[in-house]
């Protein structure tokens, strides 16, 4: 439809299996080695593996960078859902990898909207070219998740331009020699604005000054600082960042001033969902390996067979290996469905035909944003434990993937917003802030597909407790509400990260459910094309989740209807 | 008592002053050189950091090698609590290091019950002193948790020896020039024996031939195969060893043929307790760091100040903050006391006055300790997530302790039988077997607790959720067993794990509640040791895992009842 008009299934699958082709052959074979040699600071230069220049390469050459921009940019202007469908398969083979075009991208789109035509000329189309790179430069030593603290300022020039300087923290992307520039897009308060997140302006700061034909020239005051060694992710480059230790690194602002917060969350937004997307391929990455592994791996007997020289089983035959994988994939998948639901609303915002439409679905999207991105991050790793428990001790060494996917995906819970900053964005800002209304849609929404399914044998044990879990849902949330006015805001959101979870759970049923009825209907069609193994281990998956892990709301929902402050009320000299 | 009439809280705590003076100077100091500085290994040679050197020095001078033997055999006859608590002070500072003390005495300790005297006097004793490390060697590349499988075999000689010959993997300490000598305690099969486990005998293997002094001579045809590389516990050396490739290796029979799987049996339900009390100790060590930084690290603000301009809070005073650190420390104090508990019951079997009440003990802690191996592993790691968390992007790099912390204890679910395996151990084993005897006798105990705290007004409220999650397990066991008659032993194992952690939560909530009953004895007597802030932190951490945590019993109970098979049913094609 739209936009998107040129598109159908079978140009996303050729897409698609192209990526498939390309993740395996240049971002996999090279995963391990990018894993071990980290890159390293050398006077003042940072050095990547080439390995990661020849994934830039074949990534770039195949068009992906540009893929969701405009043909007029120079893009593909592919949905949102398929982009992040090729994302999810270079991320399953090499998340560290990928982090640089991932970036550019994020900081691309956002001229899309807040540039100027000189600034999407001069910065976006090399940007979308791969020609440049580009990084977000929030953070700061002293303020992590409290932008509001950051003290980077922006003095205005004679000649329009703007002096950074500041020093600023976790930079991914932040040096290299992988790009012909690196353009930071970087956070800053011009002096005598509004205190806090109100006094906030959005800057451009390349690391090469273009010249008057666009390209790279004089050195920008913009340095490395120090790199940051991290527990996995070590194919990106993370780093601390100086802007303006020689007088003040050359800026140029990005829509108007002080509002550089709202314009970076709008990019924060989609990183979030990017985020989630990133932890639900990791968790999917390390069911398919462990569950080769259980295939070919014999080790014991069946608990029946006493006969010690009969033959060693494949492990997937053990009960607990079987329980160890479907979680991994009640997990992965029930993630999977999640962040491409919330690409495909991104998608249906852009075809929305009025403005009002367009508002609903934006704030549809933005309850279940903090969902989307914390809810696969946590259970993606918890998947990825597994799969290492079902390899053993060849699980934690470093010959075999899953370790470092385990590693990799240790950072999803953390960037981006922790979870439980994420929980707090949940419950204070989205759920409560306008009295439960998009939370009623959200249960709406899950009534239909209990409906749907409730009439359907083999759904219908799971539609009721869909419909149940939504009524639960809005009645705890209720209860915070009402204990937010009774008790105090701060009582009732001690928990936040716990509702999140509960709705997290209540939703990835839903997302279950909804991938149930698909199953049915294929099944009733007698649609072939995964063969009925595919269907029947797909409906399983599905009562795994509905009977392992959505009772599980119960006992949350208890907790947070009483408006427990058990935690809340330690005092810090009692721990 | 007995034959600890010696020591008493005094000198214990002496001890234990010792052994953190030591465990911080030597340990802590250095655990991430060690972690950085993995083994090596060059021309066949195995090379660790120095720092290992520098720490067994110490270690050793201080005594504490052999701590827990007689005084007969050079020790210091501590109780095991108290060599436990002293061998949880040193993992929390390094774990790594640990290793090659660890199991020089959890190998040496093997000789009391089944050495000969020349085999203690010729390999205890300098496994005692610290001149020799000791190594277990069970595992094989195609036999990890299945021993019956073994191929190495033993071949008989006619001076008594043995030769053997085959691959072995996973070995610990396996070669390095930290010792004068190593002595290998090696699973091999003498042919003609009994197929399966039944035909598992147990050899002394050392790395150099002792001459008739005592001295290390010849060498022996042990070699290392290949190191295995991995995500943690860096510092102790782990690899596959190569048997008799020319020709064979000298071993000795301890005990008797075909024995050798119950002896090792012996030493592995203590290497179990110990795998529980490591991960409880790094469970409080990322604990003790997290909090430490949450007290420091200052940013945001509580929720009611909306002033930006106002000064930044440390990070304890956020809700989740506290909750992140209430459940580090619930994880982990429930953890460490439960391991306590398992050492105090192997003191009390050392002191039982008869055979029966002996073994009446020995029954109880071989029901218990496979709940002590796995509760502390698995929510020790879940602890260790928290503490990472609370440091945010510091916590996931290599500058911060909580980083390696988490990597090292991810091994513990896995060594000495993974989370799995003692599920099926537990409730296969351990439950099933009797019938639910000693199960009853766990659930007695807890009723004893149970009935103290119900008249006290500060803890009744836990006294009655005690008593029902005890009489919740009973009846959980008993559908369980049902089960296993009315539909198979596989359908009633397959949720094993499940039954463990349910249990285990269970057994943890008991370890609190004598926590708060001590808690209350002091209080009530003024006793001003610890501070009225630590009672009352104390407590509220009980109150938290009362309150977060046994609740879960109900979700798994109901699983367990119904013989739920959803992972169980799926056959391997629709993965």
């Given at each position: 439809r739209g936009r998107f008009a040129d598109h159908d299934g079978d140009s996303v699958r050729a897409i698609l299996e192209t990526a498939t082709k390309l993740a395996e052959d240049k971002f996999a074979s090279t995963a391990q080695i990018v894993d071990a040699n980290e890159p390293t600071l050398e006077s003042g230069r940072v050095r990547v593996p080439d390995e990661v220049n020849i994934a830039r390469d074949a990534y770039r050459e195949a068009g992906f960078?540009?893929?969701?921009?405009d043909y007029d940019d120079?893009?593909?202007?592919?949905?949102v859902m398929a982009v992040q469908a090729v994302q999810a398969l270079f991320t399953a083979a090499n998340t560290s990898t990928c982090g640089y075009a991932f970036l550019t991208i994020a900081a691309a789109h956002m001229y899309t909207q807040y540039g100027t035509d000189e600034q999407k000329e001069r910065f976006m189309r090399p940007l979308i070219d791969g020609r440049f790179f580009g990084t977000m430069v929030l953070s700061e030593p002293q303020a992590g998740s409290s932008l509001?603290?950051?003290?980077?300022r922006a003095e205005p020039q004679e000649d329009g331009t703007y002096k950074i300087i500041g020093n600023k923290m976790w930079?991914?992307?932040?040096?290299?020699?992988?790009?012909?520039n690196i353009v930071h897009h970087v956070l800053a308060k011009i002096p005598g604005g509004p205190p806090g997140v109100k006094g906030i302006s959005l800057f451009i700061v390349p690391k090469y000054i273009l010249d008057t034909d666009g390209n790279p020239g004089k050195r920008n005051d913009v340095h490395v600082a120090s790199l940051n060694h991290k527990m996995?992710?070590?194919?990106t480059v993370n780093a601390a960042l100086n802007f303006g230790e020689n007088g003040g690194a050359t800026g140029y602002l990005i829509g108007?001033?002080?509002?550089g917060l709202s314009y970076m969350f709008h990019m924060m937004n989609e990183a979030r969902i990017g985020v989630g997307m990133g932890a639900a391929a990791l968790a999917l990455a390390g069911y398919e390996y462990s569950l080769g592994y259980a295939r070919d791996r014999t080790q014991g007997r069946p608990?029946?067979?006493?006969?010690?020289?009969s033959q060693p089983v494949p492990?997937?035959?053990h009960a607990d290996v079987k329980r160890m994988l479907v979680q991994q994939r009640a997990y992965g998948e029930g993630a999977m469905a999640l962040c491409l639901y919330c690409a495909k609303l991104v998608d249906e915002m852009e075809l929305a035909p009025s403005k009002e439409e367009r508002k609903a679905i934006e704030s549809f999207l933005d309850l279940i944003t903090p969902i989307a991105k914390t809810w696969p991050s946590e259970y993606g790793l918890a998947a990825n434990h597994l799969a290492i428990q079902v390899l053993g001790g060849y699980g934690y060494t470093?010959?075999?993937?899953v370790e470092r996917i385990y590693r990799d995906n240790r950072l999803n819970p953390i960037h981006e917003g922790t979870t439980g900053i994420q929980g707090l964005d949940f419950?204070?800002?989205?759920?409560m802030r306008d009295g439960g209304d998009m939370l009623g849609h959200l249960t709406a929404q899950m009534g239909e597909t209990a409906k749907a399914a409730s009439t359907d044998e083999r759904l219908s044990e799971h539609a009721a407790a869909l419909t149940d879990a939504a009524t639960l849902l809005t009645r705890t949330a209720k209860a915070l509400m009402g204990g937010a006015q009774r008790n105090s805001p701060e009582a009732a959101l001690a928990n936040a990260p716990t509702f999140l979870e509960m709705a997290g759970h209540t939703i990835i049923a839903w997302m279950w459910l909804r991938q149930g009825l698909v199953c049915q209907e294929a099944l009733a069609k007698g649609d072939g094309r995964f063969g009925a193994s595919f269907y029947a281990g797909k409906l399983k998956t599905m009562d795994f989740f509905f009977r392992y892990?959505?009772?599980?709301i119960h006992h949350w929902s208890a907790l947070l209807e009483r408006i427990d402050t058990t935690c809340h009320d330690m005092s810090t000299d009692e721990f």
């Open positions: 960078v540009g893929a969701a921009f120079g893009g593909l202007q592919l949905p509001g603290d950051i003290r980077t930079i991914s992307g932040a040096d290299h020699e992988l790009s012909e996995g992710y070590r194919g108007e001033p002080h509002k608990l029946a067979d006493k006969n010690p020289e492990i997937i035959e470093r010959d075999y993937p419950l204070g800002r989205k759920v892990e959505l009772p599980k």
